[in-house]
C-alpha cells in the first residue's frame, strides 16, 4: 500500500477531488498554505494500492496543470525621497507537489 501526499493549487482541488472519489479512491484534504507569496493550497492524503498508483498520478497529472498568472507585488515603504511603481509579475500557478510513501500497515476503524 502507499500513502499519495498532492500538495496542489486551490484552484484544481476540488475537480482532483471530485474526480479521484468518482474513480474510487479516499482523498482527505487539508487546507495549507504555500510558502512563496502565502498562497492558499489544498494537501491530499490519498491510499492505494501499489499497483493503482500510477492511475492516481495520471489523475493528478491530468487535472493539476501550470498556468501562467500575473501578481503585483507589495510596495515597500519609502520615504519622501522617490516613488516606487511596483510593475506585474508573470508567476507560474498550479501543477502539483507529489510525495509517495510505503505504508507498513493500514486499518479502518
Do not use: W
Amino acid at each position: 500500500m502507499k500513502l499519495v501526499i498532492a500538495i496542489v493549487h486551490d484552484d484544481d482541488a476540488g475537480e482532483l477531488i471530485r474526480k479521484l472519489t468518482e474513480t474510487g479512491y479516499g482523498v482527505t484534504k487539508l487546507a495549507t498554505t504555500g510558502g512563496f507569496l502565502k498562497a492558499g493550497n489544498t494537501t491530499l492524503l490519498i491510499g492505494v494500492q501499489k499497483e493503482k498508483l500510477d492511475q492516481v498520478l495520471d489523475v493528478i497529472k491530468d487535472i493539476c496543470k501550470t498556468r501562467k498568472g500575473i501578481i503585483s507585488p507589495p510596495s515597500p515603504v519609502l520615504g519622501a525621497t522617490g516613488v516606487y511603481v511596483p510593475a506585474p509579475v508573470e508567476i507560474t500557478i498550479g501543477g502539483a507537489t507529489v510525495f509517495v510513501m510505503n505504508v507498513d500497515s493500514f486499518e479502518k476503524m
